[in-house]
């Protein structure tokens, strides 16, 4: 029996990964440590919410002691590490916590690890050879594109918000464990992702629930910032194969390769929407959803486009994405049409 620590295991895209190990790996334990804030939800894991290998413990990785306890009564001997604050608008308003949890967390883990796995620098403990840290990270570290290219695994970090700024400090620090320490550590960058258990404040939810409300649907600026959509449980088996197949000290870029704009991405979803659940079943004074669609003052520093090169990963580890973003998208709206209903 293998014992995986995962953190942030109660949110979006971690507990999506804690369905999917339970249920790829019957000899992995998860030790799912969530601070349980307002964008973790217990509901999320009520499919193993009696499973014996699945251990909820509600706790904060900035508490070194509990981090530590928790390596030390477990024995764990993988890492998958999710836990940040990732919300940009809440980054600009509040910088401060995203600095404590996103990067003094993260330092807090890898201090953890090294005493429980290593003896010295590049030293493993007697069985602990193959213990890895698997760091989550964002695409939004590079910063912002043009019109054309793409972000590859060497491109410059150049982040723009405090949320992405903070991303690209705790990057740096699995980075420095490697190389200082010794530490098995693997970086992944994703790029936005989508699907269920995605918190209300997000776009692809916001869309969708203002317009089941009837409510004015905000889109930033002129709706054409882009982004490179991947549906989350195809992130889920990126990360899989980048824990159990990557190699120590790599950054793999996991991509969706479905640049869309805001307003293709409102455009499609009030589409289905308009088709699978019509105003007029939800007797909503309009004729159609996208008479919603309202335009708000732009973010701050809001980053033009993103689009990930994911070639390293589907080239080495034989990794590739299983939705087309049409079929993805349709399953999303409709788990959100039975959330909201």
């Known amino acids: 029996m293998k014992n995986i620590l995962v953190t942030g295991g109660a949110g979006f895209i971690g507990s999506n990964f804690v369905l999917h190990l339970l249920e790829k790996y019957p000899d992995y334990t998860v030790v799912n440590l969530d601070k ?11 499919a193993v919410a009696e499973n014996p290998r699945h251990k909820l413990v509600v706790g904060d990785i900035l508490d070194k002691e509990l981090i530590f306890k928790i390596f030390a009564e477990h024995d764990i001997e993988g890492v998958i590490h999710f836990a940040a604050e990732s919300h940009v608008d809440n980054s600009i308003s509040g910088p401060a916590v995203f600095i404590e949890t996103n990067v003094k ?4 883990l890898l201090e953890a ?9 590049f030293k493993p403990k007697a069985g602990k050879e193959d213990c890895r840290f698997l760091h989550v990270s964002t695409d939004e570290v590079y910063g912002s594109l043009g019109d054309t290219g793409l972000f590859r695994e060497d491109t410059p970090y150049a982040p723009n918000s405090p949320y992405s700024a903070s991303k690209a400090g705790s990057d740096f620090l699995a980075r420095a464990w490697h190389h200082t320490y010794g530490m098995n550590s693997v970086i992944t960058n994703c790029s936005n992702n989508y699907g269920p258990h995605q918190h209300d404040e997000k776009l692809i939810p916001t869309i969708i629930r203002k317009a089941l409300k009837g409510e004015k649907i905000p889109i930033y600026g002129d709706g054409k910032n882009v982004r490179d959509w991947l549906f989350v449980r195809d992130h889920c088996a990126g990360i899989d194969l980048a824990f159990h197949t990557g190699k120590a000290g790599e950054t793999y870029n996991i991509g969706g390769r479905n640049e869309r704009n805001n307003l293709q991405i409102v455009g499609t979803i009030t ?14 004074a309009i004729d ?4 919603l669609i309202s335009f708000v003052a732009d973010r701050p520093g809001h980053d033009k486009r993103y ?8 080239t080495q580890l034989k990794w590739k994405a299983a939705e087309t ?3 993805g998208i349709r399953k999303t709206v409709e788990w959100y049409l039975k959330k909201y209903s």
């Open 36 to 46: 349980m804030t307002y964008a973790a939800n217990k509901d999320y894991l009520a």
């Open 105 to 108: 967390g993260t330092l807090s």
């Open 113 to 121: 690890a090294r005493a429980h796995w290593l003896e010295a620098p």
């Open 271 to 284: 589409e289905i929407l308009q088709e699978i659940a019509p105003p007029q079943s939800r007797q909503l």
């Open 288 to 291: 159609s959803y996208k008479d």
């Open 307 to 314: 689009a990930i090169d994911a070639t390293k990963i589907e």
């Open 325 to 327: 973003f049409e079929t």
